[in-house]
């Protein structure tokens, strides 16, 4: 698991400045109807590895899942809040209170191997998504940042 979910990933904030993405734990493997919102279940879609990071400030946290797929999906980024993976919490940390009405933004990223990333972010404090928030853009780059990690990572 280490290989697709680091302890740590590097990222920088919009200021510039340095951040870490920590790993706060790692679900065991899902179903993908489990794994996903209804409208982001991947055709074809075998199995979900899903883990979740917390921002070395433990101000934002993300759940990143890997789909294993049948055949490549080719598709469009995700923006705001798209339908996506679904957050896993874990106690005892920054993710505890991480979950589907805490999330605010997400990334899909599909690519031309057999899998995908995705990623549902919101922040550690637990607060609940309400329609028409704006999405800091700080989160939106956690999402975005994480993901393409991941998906490098994986492509290596």
Known sequence: MARIFPGSVPGVSPSGARVTYVLA??????SCREAFQPA???PGCRTTLRATYADSTQTFVATVGVAVLDRPRVGPHGAGRPATVRPVAFP????ERF?????VTGVVVPCLER????????YADGRAYQPGDLVV???????W??????????SV
């Open 115 to 122: 899998y995908l990333v995705a990623t549902a972010a919101g």
């Open 99 to 103: 979950g589907e009405r805490q999330y």
């Open 92 to 95: 005892g940390g920054p993710a």
């Open 25 to 30: 734990g790692v679900a065991p493997a899902a």
């Open 40 to 42: 982001a279940v991947p």
């Open 137 to 143: 853009p700080r989160l939106r780059d956690a999402a």
């Open 145 to 154: 940042q994480l993901a393409a990690a991941l998906h490098r990572s994986l």
